[in-house]
């Protein structure tokens, strides 16, 4: 029981390149997140899909887009990096049933540096 | 916008000692977790706390929720090296969606 991954662990990019971060979870759950986290800043939430086929905006959503593949698999993807989108991105998700706020598992985490 | 504001946002201390972390939030909730992070690693559940309690015990671990103050405590009582890492408070941000605040960061010396 692997819990959440996140694919890659660490990631270079130019300015203007593309790339795809993804994030799988085996625990059955409906919901899952993307955040990003700067030095000494708590998470914030870029995207969320409330379950399987839906995908809504967090808080800081412009510059990235994202797929619910299917239950199990969340991506985001950066079309165009800029080096603002220099971060640690963390994938979560929890259980997703009706109601309140949930606790939420969290995958190892992804370092992008943008040059 | 961070719901929850930590304090203080640095604390240091030695092995066997108590460390008290607190948390400010904004509006109404239904509840509020801690989590906490290692360095380098995702962030963990520690706890969750709902608004009709009042104290909750997890181990060496005791939070506080005083809904009147829109405040919240963490308690690690007889701190060791390995409880060095960042605490963060959450709280609802919307359906099922949480809102961090910026950590405290604890160091804890042997």
């Known amino acids: 029981n692997a819990g959440v991954t996140q694919t890659p662990k660490f990631q270079v990019l130019k300015t203007g390149q593309s790339m795809t971060l993804q994030c799988a979870q085996d625990?059955?759950?409906?919901?899952m997140y993307w955040y990003r986290q700067d030095p000494g800043m708590g998470l914030r939430l870029i995207y969320y899909?409330?379950?399987?086929?839906?995908?809504d905006k967090g808080e800081v959503p412009n510059g990235y887009n994202v797929s619910r593949l299917n239950k199990r698999e969340f991506s985001l993807r950066l079309e165009s990096a800029a080096p603002s989108q220099t971060s640690v991105y963390f994938c979560?998700?929890?259980?997703?049933?009706?109601?309140?706020?949930?606790?939420?598992?969290f995958g190892p985490g992804t370092r992008l540096l943008v040059l | 916008s961070q719901q929850g504001e930590e304090d203080p946002q640095a604390l240091s201390i030695q092995e066997g000692e108590n460390a008290t972390m607190n948390c400010s939030y904004k509006t109404s909730i239904n509840n509020l977790q801690w989590y906490r992070q290692n360095s380098g690693r995702g962030l963990v559940h520690l706890i969750l706390?709902?608004?009709?309690?009042r104290e909750k015990h997890s181990g060496r671990l005791r939070v506080t929720l005083d809904t009147s103050k829109k405040s919240s405590s963490l308690l690690i009582t007889a701190s060791r090296a390995a409880d060095t890492a960042s605490y963060f408070c959450?709280?609802?941000?919307?359906?099922?969606?949480?809102?961090f605040g910026a950590g405290t960061r604890l160091a804890v010396h042997p």
């Open positions: 899909s409330a379950s399987e086929g839906t995908t």
């Open positions: 959450a709280t609802g941000g919307g359906y099922n969606k949480l809102i």
């Open positions: 706390i709902r608004s009709n309690e």
């Open positions: 979560a998700s929890s259980p997703g049933l009706a109601g309140g706020e949930e606790t939420q598992y």
């Open positions: 625990m059955n759950h409906n919901s």
